[in-house]
Every structure is written in structure tokens, then in C-alpha cells.
């Protein structure tokens, strides 16, 4: 890992610290905060720390160099932040199917921790394509559609642009830790490209949640 890898990746630290904080203290017209932030917060702790522990360890804790634990939780971890962020985006703007979208995601992740530790490739090769696609539809849709909607300014649109990062690598990383490549996205492309665009997506959702409300 370069020094310039390690400075994205604790650029993305503190950026999804500084937006748990800005969510935190973000109410609604009501004075009370919005369910979506839950989501959406838990989403940046995750962000935040994998980002951190991998600019303290180093790519090695990705598992894409080898088997082991890590080689299984990269693929978990990877689907909790799009999951965490499809949800909240439900939660927010067609409140009446988040039950069902939640569980549709707890159930993708439970089948995505089922086939990584029963070490059952085709079944893995089924459901993380499936579930991280309806989470990056659901993240790249729902911007657009607030928008049009006049529900959201049209910053809020670079949620969408992030989605489909966060999307893109996640199962470029779940391809390589199976030993396996998406398309012309090998191991080095991946982590030459990875430490950028985690900060991008950080940067990217931040900004659309912060100044994507209309005024």
C-alpha cells in the first residue's frame, strides 16, 4: 500500500466521521431525526472503520491475496454499507415497503454469510449479484426519483453517483476474494483504483445528504 493510499483512506475515515456527526445532529421539519439516518449512519461506521483498520493493516485484511477468515468477510462487510444505504433511501422516501426491503436485505446478507462460510461458490455466484444489484438500483433509482420529484435539490443525485461505486467495487472485491475476476478488474486494478474510490463515495454520499434537502 502506497502513502497516497493510506492518505484516501484516512480522508474516507474522517469524512464518514464527520457525517455520523452531521446525521446525529440533522432533525427533521418536526424536530425529530429521520429513521433513514439510522441506516445511513450505520452505513458510514462501517465505511469509516474498514477504512481505517485497512490504512493501519494494509490491503492483506481484504482476504482477496489468500484463504482465511478475512477472505470470508470481505464479502460480508462489503454488502453491509449499499444494504445499510438502499434501506435507509426506502426508509426515507417510500416508507410503507422498508419492513420488506429490510428484510429483504437481512435476508440477502444471512444467504451471502451462508454461502462464504459454507464455502459454497455457486450459491455465492447467485445471491450476491442478485441482492447487491436490488441495493444498487435501489441507491442509484431513488435520488433520481426524489429529484424529479422535487422532493430533493439536485445535489442530492450524487448519492446516486456513489451507489454505483460503492456497488461496482463491492462485487469486484466478493469476485476476487472467490479467486475470481469481474471483467478487466483484476487484483491490481482493484487496489490501485480502491483507496480513491472509497474516499469519492464517502465525499459523494456525504454531500447529498448534507446539501440535497430542499431549502
Do not use: C
Not at 485497512?54 to 460480508?76: H, Y
Request: glycine content about 10%.
Amino acid at each position: 500500500m502506497s502513502l497516497l493510499d493510506q492518505v484516501f483512506l484516512v480522508g474516507t475515515y474522517i469524512i464518514a466521521m464527520l457525517a455520523l456527526w452531521s446525521l446525529r445532529n440533522r432533525k427533521s421539519d418536526g424536530g425529530m431525526r429521520y429513521p433513514s439516518d439510522y441506516y445511513h449512519s450505520g452505513a458510514f461506521a462501517v465505511l469509516g472503520i474498514a477504512s481505517l483498520l485497512l490504512s493501519i493493516f494494509g490491503w492483506g485484511i481484504l482476504g482477496i491475496m489468500g484463504e482465511g477468515t478475512s477472505n470470508k468477510l470481505v464479502a460480508i462487510v462489503s454488502s453491509i454499507i449499499p444494504f445499510s444505504w438502499g434501506t435507509g433511501l426506502i426508509s426515507r422516501f417510500f416508507p410503507r415497503y422498508e419492513k420488506f426491503f429490510l428484510g429483504l436485505m437481512i435476508l440477502g446478507l444471512g444467504l451471502i454469510t451462508l454461502s462464504r462460510f459454507m464455502d459454497a461458490p455457486l450459491m455465492a455466484r447467485i445471491v450476491y449479484p442478485v441482492f447487491h444489484s436490488t441495493a444498487a438500483s435501489v441507491v442509484i433509482a431513488t435520488p433520481i426519483i426524489a429529484a424529479k420529484r422535487g422532493l430533493m435539490n439536485s445535489h442530492f443525485l450524487s448519492i446516486s453517483v456513489g451507489g454505483a461505486l460503492i456497488s461496482a467495487t463491492g462485487i469486484s472485491l466478493a469476485f476476487l476474494a472467490a479467486g475470481r475476476q469481474l471483467l478487466f478488474l483484476s487484483q491490481e486494478i482493484v487496489l490501485m483504483i480502491f483507496g480513491p474510490i472509497l474516499f469519492a463515495v464517502a465525499v459523494l454520499y456525504f454531500w447529498g445528504l448534507v446539501h440535497g434537502e430542499k431549502s
